[in-house]
C-alpha cells in the first residue's frame, strides 16, 4: 500500500490537512513530516525523503510569503 507524506512547514498545516484528507481518501494511508518552519524544512528535507523506507508519495508544503513563488518551487524541486 501507498503512503501518502505531506512534508509541512507547521504544526498550523498538519491540523488543517487532518480535518481535510481522512475524508478526500479515507482509504489511503497518511504520514506527517512536520518541521520547524521553512529554514528547517529546506535543512532537514532531503535527509527525510532519502532515508525514507516504503513505498511513498511526497506532498511538500510551503508558505510563499513574500518570496517568489517561481524560485521557491525550483528549491523545493532540485532538493526533492
Known amino acids: 500500500m501507498t ?6 512547514e507547521e ?3 498538519k491540523a488543517m ?4 484528507i481522512p ?3 479515507p482509504d489511503v ?3 506527517y ?3 520547524e518552519g521553512k529554514q528547517d524544512l529546506h535543512k532537514q528535507l532531503v535527509r527525510r525523503l532519502r ?16 518570496g517568489n513563488c517561481h ?5 523545493l524541486k532540485s532538493l526533492c
Do not use: N
Request: aromatic residues 14%; charged residues 25%; proline residues 2%.
Open 51 to 66: 532515508y525514507w523506507q516504503g513505498d511513498a508519495q511526497f506532498v511538500v508544503m510551503r508558505d510563499q510569503d513574500s
Open 3 to 8: 503512503t501518502l507524506v505531506f512534508c509541512l
Open 71 to 75: 524560485t521557491i518551487k525550483k528549491q
Open 11 to 13: 504544526p498550523s498545516a
Open 29 to 31: 494511508e497518511v504520514r
Open 23 to 25: 475524508r478526500l481518501y
Open 17 to 20: 490537512l487532518e480535518g481535510i
Open 33 to 35: 513530516i512536520v518541521f
